[in-house]
T-cell receptor, first 111, second 109 residues
Framework: DAGITQSPRHKVTETGTPVTLRCHQT?????MYWYRQDPGHGLRLIHY???????DKGEVSDGYSVSRSKTEDFLLTLESATSSQTSVYFC??????????FGQGTRLTVV | GIQVEQSPPDLILQEGANSTLRCNFS?????LQWFHQNPWGQLINLFY???GTKQNGRLSATTVATERYSLLYISSSQTTDSGVYFC???????????FGGGTRVLVKP
C-alpha cells in the first residue's frame, strides 16, 4: 500500500468553527491533492500541491485553504466550516504523469 | 478544463456475466487511471493505462489515446466486484487529475 495517512478519519464539528485535515505521506512524492466526494458529484478537486509551498486551486476551492511546509504533509483548512462542507475528503499523492494513490478518506460532518 | 464522461452510469449484473465500462475524455492525456471504490469507500487502484492494453486477473483495460477513450472489461463478475468504478485523467501538460462521474456496478448472486 502507498504510504498515505489521513487524519482524522471522522470528525463532527459545529458551523463556524475552523477545521484542519491532515494528509501525511512517506513516499516522497511531489504532487499531493485534496478532493471531496459528494453524492451525485463524484470526486472534485479542491486544491493541489506540486512541491513545498507550491499550491494551486482546483474546481471547488472556495472556503478552503491549504498549506505544505514540508514534502510529507499537506494540510486542508476550513476557516469557518459550513454545512455545505459536510463531505468525504480524500487525499491523493503521486509523481506527475504516473500513478496516483489515495488515502482512506476523512468523513467530515458540520452540524 | 478537460471533460471526462463515463458510461453507463449504473450497471446491474448477474454473477458470472461480463461487462464493459467506458470512459471518454475531451483532450489529450498523459495519465489515465481506473479505480474501484468498494462499499466501504476505499479507492483501489485498478490500472494505470495512458495507452495500450493491460490485464489483471478477470479485469482488463484498453486505452485508445488517439480516439480519447478507455474501456474497462470485467469478466465472470463476482459479488465482490460491486461498487463504483472511476476513470481519472491528467491532461497533457496539466497538473490536475480529473475524475469522471463513475459507473455504479451491482453484481447479484
Amino acid at each position: 500500500d502507498a504510504g498515505i495517512t489521513q487524519s482524522p478519519r471522522h470528525k463532527v464539528t459545529e458551523t463556524g468553527t475552523p477545521v484542519t485535515l491532515r494528509c501525511h505521506q512517506t513516499e516522497n512524492h511531489r504532487y499531493m491533492y485534496w478532493y471531496r466526494q459528494d453524492p451525485g458529484h463524484g470526486l472534485r478537486l479542491i486544491h493541489y500541491s506540486y512541491g513545498v509551498k507550491d499550491t494551486d486551486k482546483g474546481e471547488v476551492s472556495d472556503g478552503y485553504s491549504v498549506s505544505r511546509s514540508k514534502t510529507e504533509d499537506f494540510l486542508l483548512t476550513l476557516e469557518s466550516a459550513t454545512s455545505s462542507q459536510t463531505s468525504v475528503y480524500f487525499c491523493a499523492i503521486g509523481p506527475k504523469d504516473t500513478e496516483a494513490f489515495f488515502g482512506q478518506g476523512t468523513r467530515l460532518t458540520v452540524v | 478544463g478537460i471533460q471526462v464522461e463515463q458510461s453507463p452510469p449504473d450497471l446491474i449484473l448477474q454473477e458470472g456475466a461480463n461487462s464493459t465500462l467506458r470512459c471518454n475524455f475531451s483532450d489529450s492525456v498523459n495519465n489515465l487511471q481506473w479505480f474501484h471504490q468498494n462499499p466501504w469507500g476505499q479507492l483501489i487502484n485498478l490500472f494505470y493505462i495512458p495507452s495500450g492494453t493491460k490485464q489483471n486477473g478477470r479485469l482488463s483495460a484498453t486505452t485508445v489515446a488517439t480516439e480519447r477513450y478507455s474501456l474497462l472489461y470485467i469478466s465472470s463478475s463476482q459479488t465482490t466486484d460491486s461498487g463504483v468504478y472511476f476513470c481519472a485523467v491528467l491532461k497533457a501538460a496539466g497538473n490536475k487529475l480529473t475524475f469522471g462521474g463513475g459507473t455504479r456496478v451491482l453484481v447479484k448472486p
